[in-house]
T-cell receptor, first 118, second 115 residues
Framework: GALVYQYPRRTICKSGTSMRMECQAVGFQATSVAWYRQSPQKTFELIALSTVNSAIKYEQNFTQEKFPISHPNLSFSSMTVLNAYLEDRGLYLC??????????????FGSGTRLTVL | GDSVTQTEGQVTVSESKSLIINCTYSATSIAYPNLFWYVRYPGEGLQLLLKVITAGQKGSSRGFEATYNKETTSFHLQKASVQESDSAVYYCALRSSSSFSKLVFGQGTSLSVVP
């Protein structure tokens, strides 16, 4: 089956520093990856959509300058939170879309990276 | 924009009793969005519970079921008899884009099943 590994599971960084999280697809080709954030007391909010060999599309309120994403191949994607501050804390999830056709209608998620900012 | 509203906060149900978590949606970007229920168990990521792509159909998984009702724009999650292992946070979501799996989530409903 489709598996998505995300690491680290938890991370703590000082205010103003940066941290990188990674997403690995196992057993399938992740043609597209979506990065989400769940801030405290909120639901999951889309940060950006990334498709291999295409421009990354960021949602309103999220920018490449703040959340640069790399998606170099069909099994790996990473996102960095630059200059993290208190409002960036939360659970970050990557969701990978499997190939094409009807299977592509489903996103498979990793277990998330929980970011704490001190 | 597109939005999903579901039963708020925490729901507590006794083991073997029935469950319903309400979900209604509003889709402005697409006439008939795809609808999903995801579940997040403690310490884990989001798992797909069930999905329905076509309006009017019912999806089911692990004893849970949900029917896509386009008249009432609802996708309520039901289970006839819950177990303690069903304790988790449940998220209703819609896919608003036909070109990518962009999901819009509800705020989540925390289910606690007690003995």
């Amino acid at each position: 089956g489709a598996l998505v590994y995300q690491y680290p599971r938890r991370t703590i960084c000082k205010s103003g520093t940066s941290m990188r999280m990674e997403c690995q697809a196992v057993g399938f080709q992740a043609t597209s990856v979506a990065w989400y954030r769940q801030s405290p007391q909120k639901t999951f909010e889309l940060i950006a959509l990334s498709t291999v060999n295409s421009a990354i599309k960021y949602e309103q309120n999220f920018t490449q300058e703040k959340f640069p994403i790399s998606h170099p191949n069909l099994s790996f994607s990473s996102m960095t939170v630059l200059n993290a501050y208190l409002e960036d804390r939360g659970l970050y999830l990557c969701g990978a879309r499997v190939g094409g056709g009807r299977a592509a209608e489903t996103l498979y998620f990793g277990s998330g990276t929980r970011l704490t900012v001190l | 924009g597109d939005s999903v509203t579901q039963t708020e906060g925490q729901v507590t149900v006794s083991e073997s009793k029935s469950l319903i978590i309400n979900c209604t949606y509003s889709a402005t970007s697409i006439a008939y969005p795809n609808l999903f229920w995801y579940v997040r168990y403690p310490g884990e990521g989001l798992q797909l519970l069930l999905k329905v792509i076509t309006a009017g159909q019912k999806g089911s998984s692990r004893g849970f079921e949900a029917t896509y009702n386009k008249e009432t724009t609802s996708f309520h999650l039901q289970k006839a008899s819950v177990q303690e292992s069903d304790s988790a946070v449940y998220y209703c979501a819609l896919r608003s884009s036909s070109s990518f799996s962009k999901l819009v989530f509800g705020q989540g409903t925390s289910l606690s099943v007690v003995p």
